[in-house]
């Protein structure tokens, strides 16, 4: 199988991980890796690693930025995201099967005047998708209603509509219910003494279910206790460190980003460019390799990704 991998922003660890993996990786699937072959060659002098060897890569522009360990510039940016198009570009093709991304500097982005924040944002946009943007391991999965967007856009986000849609969209990809919908407030509104988001939260999950024919959601829950004894394998959080933040605390090493209701597999690392150790042989390839292996096992199960 073949996976094209995108290398984010190579000022941070991206090129470490893609190096340090690249062995095992090469065993299970074909990476396509969607940098400059004197790029990594580059990274791997810095990093006093071997040059690399067997490696497929392809020229993601016209031009080559120069590795400047934790720093952010507008070339790292302009790179890091041209990187990701051409991973786009060769799925788009079907000249591979899936896409792995890994971590870009959203500063770094906006310097280069890239009109996105973050990777889910440009697919949306890309595909004209209504993606999910879903975080986790085989132990626990959150998906997110609302992702890199400012909390205080959260509450307006929140309609009858919209959160109906996004379960809709979420369900065929779960097994093994129920899955878990958070509250926003604290204490899930307290029957509306703090809020009432959670009657809205209440009549999409309501509907939801009869929907698909069974109780497949339950909520909302009140955040503060929702994982607390509970032994469920998904969860929608309302907004982004709602969820993250347990997620992260439990299986932070193990977790991975899975975009779904797109046209092919795209998984991500769960992490960022960690700067404060860029270049010092410091960074975990966990989540990378695990963000690998999720693709192969939905390749192998379900033939495009049909459940998670």
């Keep these: 199988m073949k996976i094209a991998i995108s290398v984010g922003d190579i000022n941070g660890i ?19 890796y969607c940098v400059d072959e004197k790029l990594l060659k580059q990274a791997a002098k810095i990093l006093g690693l071997k040059d690399p060897k067997d490696l497929c890569c392809v020229s993601p522009c016209s031009f080559m930025p120069c590795i400047e360990p934790a720093c952010i510039t507008k070339e790292s940016g302009e790179y890091s995201y041209a990187s990701f198009l051409k991973a786009l570009e060769l799925v788009k093709e ?17 310097l280069a005047n890239v009109p996105y924040a973050g990777h889910t944002q440009a697919l949306r946009d890309i595909f004209k998708q209504e993606v999910i943007m879903v975080l986790g391991c085989k132990k626990l999965y ?24 996004f379960l809709l969209q979420l369900a065929p990809f779960i097994h093994k219910p129920p899955c878990g919908v958070l509250g926003l407030n604290p204490h899930a509104g307290d029957f509306g003494v703090l809020g009432d988001e959670e009657e809205v939260i209440r009549e999409a999950i309501k509907r939801a279910n009869i929907v698909m024919g069974e109780e497949r959601f339950i909520g909302p829950l009140v955040p503060d206790t929702a994982f607390v004894g ?30 779904l209701n797109l ?14 150790i860029a270049y010092g042989n410091k960074a ?7 963000a690998i292996k999720e693709i192969i096992r939905h390749n192998l199960k379900t033939k495009g990704g049909d459940r998670i």
């Design 94 to 110: 079907h000249k591979v099967q899936a896409i792995t991304t890994l971590p870009i500097h959203k500063k770094a982005w906006q």
């Design 263 to 276: 046209p092919f597999i795209r998984t991500s690392v769960d992490h960022g460019t960690a700067f404060d």
């Design 14 to 32: 991206g090129l470490e991980i893609l190096l340090k993996s690249h062995k095992k990786i090469s065993k299970i699937c074909q990476p396509i």
């Design 230 to 259: 509970k032994h469920w394998r998904y969860y929608v959080a309302m907004y982004h460190d709602q969820g993250l933040i347990p997620l992260k605390m439990l299986y932070f090493k193990n977790s991975i980003n899975l975009t």
């Design 284 to 290: 975990d390839t966990k989540s990378y390799r695990n």
């Design 142 to 165: 959150m998906a997110l209603f609302s992702d890199h967007i400012p909390l205080r856009e959260v509450f307006e986000k929140i309609t009858f509509e919209s959160l109906l849609k």
